[in-house]
């Protein structure tokens, strides 16, 4: 199924719903990632969406940093798709089956994130308070 954000055309693939409770816990790529944007010591949670940009961008992951709500992939050259300081984000909305990030800057378009089908509801919850904990602090 293919969606249209922004302008640009992204994929819902099927996938497995994973999380990462720890930075060792991240596939490989996206641990490198965030230790090249400096972010891996500040690591706090992260989920598998299904969400895949583009046919060269692999499915994103939605992880929280104790700065930043990051969009990151296993891409080899791309591995941080998005990045979001707190400042951008005005909130993050969540449902059954997706988080929306809704951006601070009416002229930037908000960020829809499709869970996987099985996303355990408990894991969301654990998502957002991960995100307020690290927001306040």
């Not at 895949?52 to 969009?71: E, F, Y």
């Not at 591995?79 to 449902?95: H, L």
Request: with cysteine; glycine share 6%.
């Amino acid at each position: 199924m293919a969606v249209t954000m922004a302008g640009d055309v992204m994929r819902l693939v099927r996938t497995r719903p994973e999380r990462a409770l720890r930075v060792e816990d991240l596939p490989e790529r996206i641990r490198g990632a965030l230790v090249n944007a400096g972010q891996a010591d500040g690591f706090r949670y992260a989920l598998k969406t299904a969400l895949k940009p583009n046919a060269t961008v692999p499915i994103v992951w939605a992880v929280i940093t104790s700065n930043a709500l990051l969009c990151c992939t296993t891409h080899a050259k791309r591995g941080v798709w998005r990045k979001y300081g707190f400042a951008e984000v005005n909130s993050v909305r969540v449902s059954a089956t997706r988080l929306d990030i809704v951006s601070s800057d009416i002229d930037t378009p908000d960020l829809g994130l499709p869970l996987p089908d099985g996303t355990e509801r408990a894991w969301v919850n654990e998502f957002m308070r991960a995100y307020e904990t690290a927001r306040v602090t």
